[in-house]
T-cell receptor, first 110, second 115 residues
């Protein structure tokens, strides 16, 4: 599975959009991009995933560049409860190679 | 539905002791996973079970064994605990093993300290 690169930390003001970038320049054609978050010591929680097209659900939007080498997770109106570590993962189905990385620690400030 | 449950929530062991971490899911998922997470680090895959009756090693399997007891339950055993195994252990399940379109669901974790 492709390696992903994310900034270590980010800040966002409450009520504003949080845009979390992820670089996956070596992603292959059959690899999906998944986003999860982990709120202080809890189990990770699935947010969204995509292959080529942009995706939106009740939690977030996922924008994938046309060349698929990077993506952005958008939390449209961040709240204090969105403070968490966000993980971007590229995964094609080889479970042995599920690499989580260190993620981005997002702090939403009042 | 309870989702993914793990027992115990907390455990303290002495070096050399053994224990089994239990995990169960009620979502009729085929695949189950065990991860460990050390302070300030991402999750590392210990073992996984793509389907009932199969298990396979992940990134960090040394010192652990697993049993896929049935479709619902996947246990992780430490035969002789070492301080390096102090960590938070997460169990996860997934409908299918392939990447396609199905996400992992995680349990609340077991916090293990080995003295």
């Amino acid at each position: 599975d492709a390696k992903t690169t994310q900034p270590t930390s980010m800040d966002c003001a409450e009520g504003r959009a949080a845009n979390l970038p992820c670089n996956h320049s070596t992603i292959s054609g059959n690899e999906y991009v998944y986003w999860y978050r982990q709120i202080h010591s809890q189990g990770p929680q699935y947010i969204i995933h995509g292959l080529k097209n942009n995706e939106t659900n009740e939690m977030a939007s996922l924008i994938i560049t046309e060349d698929r080498k990077s993506s952005t997770l958008i939390l449209p109106h961040a709240t204090l409860r969105d403070t968490a570590v966000y993980y971007c993962i590229a995964h094609a189905g080889n479970n042995r190679k599920l690499i989580w990385g260190l993620g981005t620690s997002l702090a939403v400030n009042p | 539905n309870a989702g993914v449950t793990q027992t115990p929530k907390f455990q303290v062991l002495k070096t050399g002791q053994s224990m089994t971490l239990q995990c169960a899911q009620d979502m009729n998922h085929n695949s189950m996973y065990w991860y460990r997470q050390d302070p300030g680090m991402g999750l590392r895959l210990i073992y996984y079970s793509a389907s009932e009756g199969t298990t396979d090693k992940g990134e960090v399997p040394n010192g652990y064994n697993v049993s896929r007891l049935n479709k619902r339950e996947f246990s992780l055993r430490l035969e002789s605990a070492a301080p390096s195994q102090t960590s938070v252990y997460f169990c996860a399940s997934r409908q299918l093993a392939g990447a396609g379109y199905n996400e992992q669901f995680f349990g609340p974790g077991t916090r293990l300290t080995v003295l």
